[in-house]
């Protein structure tokens, strides 16, 4: 008689890595578990997939943020996949990491497993406890993210509909983690045709300044040499 072959199925979950720009800091948006494992924990928003809703993981991605945060990215990208057999204390657990960008909003979570969602600086998350292995992804979202600045222009998903240069400047800056020449990044404005130049100035460092706004539908324009070089 043949016998079938009882395989146990790994959890399968999506967790996604969210980056604004608030008070001139690169913030990553946590929430605060309120269930266990890892219970009164912070942790990256994310959860299991339904198939019964979800056609892809990129919705299951923007369900959970949207269920746990109340936000819905423009800039949503595949980091890679995480598993273990420790990971996770319910069992072998795999789960498909996303990073995003956002201009800085109020969050507040819409479901119950989650007590509270709030913006944390990326260099003060070593100050608390997080859930997880979720400290590890957030180090490979934002390595990925610096890698991306240095060859895009993805940095103005961080920012609001309109702003300057200098707020431009300003969230490359944070990311990359050095300064960088305004002529350099003008060229590369004007090079990426990414973007449209508002009537709309603004007041910076004692003089007026133009604001720009992201074309409808503009593609990722992708350098060949990096902006430090």
């Known amino acids: 008689m043949k016998t079938t072959l009882q395989i146990e199925k790994p959890f399968f979950t999506v967790d996604s890595v969210l980056f604004t720009m608030q ?31 979800d056609q892809d993981t990129d919705m299951t991605a923007r369900r959970k943020l949207m269920n746990k945060t109340g936000l819905n990215p423009n800039y949503l990208e595949q980091l890679q996949v995480i598993s273990g057999a420790h990971r996770d204390p319910r069992g072998f657990s795999v789960t498909l990491a996303y990073y995003a960008l956002v201009a800085h909003q109020i969050v507040k979570p819409h479901i119950a497993s989650v007590e509270e969602a709030r913006w944390i600086s990326v260099n003060e998350l070593s100050k608390f406890a997080i859930a997880f292995d979720h400290q590890h992804i957030i180090e490979l979202a ?12 993805i940095p103005v998903f961080c920012l609001p509909q309109k702003f300057s240069i200098t707020q431009l400047m300003t969230v490359i800056e944070a990311i990359i983690g050095k300064p960088i020449q305004r002529k350099s990044l003008m060229r590369r404005i004007e090079a990426s045709e990414m973007f449209d130049i508002s009537d709309e100035k603004i007041s910076s460092g004692g003089r007026s300044a133009h604001l720009y706004t992201l074309k409808q539908d503009a593609d990722i324009f992708n350098f060949e040499r990096n902006l430090g070089a």
């Open 23 to 53: 008070e001139n800091e690169l913030k990553v948006l946590m929430v605060k578990r309120a269930e266990p494992p890892f219970e009164g924990r912070l942790g990256l928003p994310g959860g299991f997939i339904d198939i019964s809703i």
């Open 142 to 153: 934002l390595q990925r993210l610096q890698q991306k600045t240095l060859y895009s222009m």
